[in-house]
């Protein structure tokens, strides 16, 4: 059996007409920027985020640039985030002229850790950084794998220290936070002053192109942002400031609009998929014991405050490379996101980092591992991964269930 890590074909089949029909029509109209189909996208988006607005722009990596711009981050400001995350992350704030800084991750979420957070703050506000010295200004977390971070604790410190929150929710439309503060479940993308999308075609909201879109509830900085992604313009040829060129097309707005009909169905799927993964190698997840460590294959784990996405379903294990290999060979395709933290990759070899700076992220990107995962896949298909993840953990490891405590932590998912 072959096994795609991501199979787009499928959802494309699905809806090919209907596609085909946005092309046609954006032919016909020949309306290519803007216009009806990009103010409806914006409203429906921001419809399903319960945001205020959305707008949409040229990518994620714009929308995260154009976000701390709007919120007025520049020269001399820091921006908090984490070194477990595409680099499209950090280079939106280098190009903001700011700074970026990393704080570890949590171990079981790999998201931000709240408690680094605070700690880094505390450090760097003691003593006084000197007026030349940047200063925090913004945390930005990720919402990795579509797993929503931990909003009340980063809003509760960032509250106290003066920052601002803004969301990078490129890899979670449609990922939810229960909010203990509010005593509500909220969506990815509807909690910070500003958030960032992605509709990169291997999102789960992807376009047939690039796409991404800011959501915010503020209006200044909505309208600040339509005003980036167009050179500056509020009226053509009216430039009240240099921006860039940053729009969404009007044929990937519409076809947008045609998938965004389907996203709570396929993300449902993506989380019973990912029920199903964890149910399967519940038998082989093994407490983290010393004895046991080397052998543990650890699952996703989903606070009971997060209904998560599963953009990527990761698993981890000591024996990464050596179950790639395996599974590969057995026609199954997976992926590392991200084989390199952040901190450690040359584009950032000025910055003064070294190895051992992030010891939980160093770990974890040489143990995790993304398994196929996408809306479509099939029982069967998810069985065949499971079984061969078994069936090294026989042969490689010796493994032998008896010897071990099983992990009786596993969750049901909940519906979204
Ligand atoms: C995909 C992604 C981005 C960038 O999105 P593009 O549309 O590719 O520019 C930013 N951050 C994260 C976490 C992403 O996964």
């Known amino acids: 059996m072959e096994i795609p890590f991501l199979d787009l074909k499928i959802p494309h089949r699905e809806l090919e007409e209907e596609l085909v029909q946005v092309f046609r029509d954006g032919l016909r109209n020949a309306s290519f920027i803007g216009g009806m189909q990009v103010e409806s996208f914006e409203k429906e988006f921001a419809q399903f985020c319960e945001t205020q607005h959305c707008i949409a722009v040229n990518s994620g990596t714009d929308a995260l640039r154009f976000a701390l711009i709007a919120a007025g981050i520049g020269p001399g400001d820091e921006v908090i985030t984490v070194p477990n995350t595409f680099i499209a992350t950090t280079e939106a704030i ?15 979420t790999y998201n931000i850790d709240p408690n680094k957070l605070e700690d880094y703050l505390k450090n760097r506000l003691q003593p006084p950084a000197s007026s030349l010295q940047p200063r925090p200004r913004a945390v930005l977390p990720v919402h990795l794998y579509g797993q929503p971070a931990d909003m009340d604790s980063i809003q509760e410190i960032a509250d106290r220290y003066g920052l601002m929150v803004i969301e990078d929710a ?7 936070y229960h909010s203990k503060k509010d005593d509500q479940w909220k969506k990815a993308g509807s909690m910070g002053l500003a958030s960032a999308f992605s509709f990169y075609p291997g999102k789960n909201l992807g376009a047939c192109g690039e796409g991404g879109a800011v959501t915010t509830n503020d209006e200044g900085i909505a309208q600040k942002i339509r005003m980036l992604r167009d050179h500056g313009q509020a009226k053509k040829y009216y430039h009240e400031f240099e921006g860039y060129n940053g729009r969404l097309d009007a044929i990937q707005a519409g076809i947008l609009r045609v998938k965004l009909r389907c996203l709570n169905e396929w993300n449902e799927k993506r989380r019973h998929n990912a029920s199903l993964y964890t149910q399967l190698l519940l ?14 294959l650890i699952t996703p784990h989903e606070p009971e405050w997060a209904k998560a996405v599963y953009h990527l379903y990761i698993i981890r294990t000591k024996k990464r490379d050596e179950l790639q290999k395996y599974l590969s060979e057995n026609g199954i395709h997976t992926g590392l996101h991200y084989p390199v933290p952040l901190h450690l990759q040359g584009a950032y070899a000025n910055n003064g980092f070294k190895k051992g700076d992030f010891p939980v992220t160093e770990e974890v990107s040489s143990e995790i591992l993304s398994l196929p995962m996408f809306p479509q896949l099939t029982e069967q298909q998810i069985r065949y991964v499971a079984d061969n993840i078994k069936q090294f953990l026989k042969l490689r490891l010796d493994f032998n269930t008896q010897h071990v405590t099983r992990n009786t932590q596993y969750l049901t998912p909940k519906p979204l």
């Open 94 to 108: 280098s190009q903001t002229g700011a700074t970026p800084v990393f704080v570890d991750i949590d171990e079981r």
């Open 170 to 176: 490129c890899q979670a439309h449609g990922a939810l």
């Open 283 to 296: 038998p082989y997840t093994l407490h983290s014991t010393p004895n046991t460590r080397h052998l543990s």
